[in-house]
Nanobody
Framework: VQLQASGGGLVQAGDSLRLSCAAS????????MGWFRQESGKEREFVAA????????YYAEPVKGRFSISRDNAKNTVYLEMNSLKPEDTAVYLC?????????????????WGQGTLVTVSS
């Protein structure tokens, strides 16, 4: 199983970015997908999740209204659209897959993890 995240970069506060996570080696359409982020020296933090049917998106409070998660089961890809970025959004963003198929915020339910893509937001 491989989850390859991409789309990170250096942006200014207020800018937008779109992250992608391409999955292979698993039946993507059967998995719930999530995005997490981790700052250096800090614990992993839930960002957003989406169920296998693309319904029931679930967001962490700090990103609600600014970020949007979506998926394309035909392309085995999950996306994270990030708008109105803030310096506190700076982190490595990781995508993950959970076999429950639901949009879940708890990392313990995710069985497959990608390596992440770095997002840096300057003030």
């Amino acid at each position: 199983v491989q989850l390859q995240a991409s789309g990170g970069g250096l942006v200014q506060a207020g800018d937008s970015l779109r992250l992608s996570c391409a999955a292979s080696g698993l039946r993507f359409s059967l998995y719930g997908m999530g995005w997490f982020r981790q700052e250096s020296g800090k614990e992993r933090e839930f960002v957003a999740a989406i169920s296998r049917s693309a319904g029931q998106p679930y967001y962490a409070e700090p990103v609600k209204g600014r970020f949007s998660i979506s998926r394309d089961n035909a392309k085995n890809t999950v996306y994270l659209e990030m708008n109105s970025l803030k310096p506190e959004d700076t982190a490595v963003y990781l995508c993950a897959a959970n076999p429950t198929a639901y949009a879940i915020g708890a990392a313990k339910f995710y069985t497959h993890w990608g390596q992440g893509t770095l997002v840096t937001v300057s003030s």
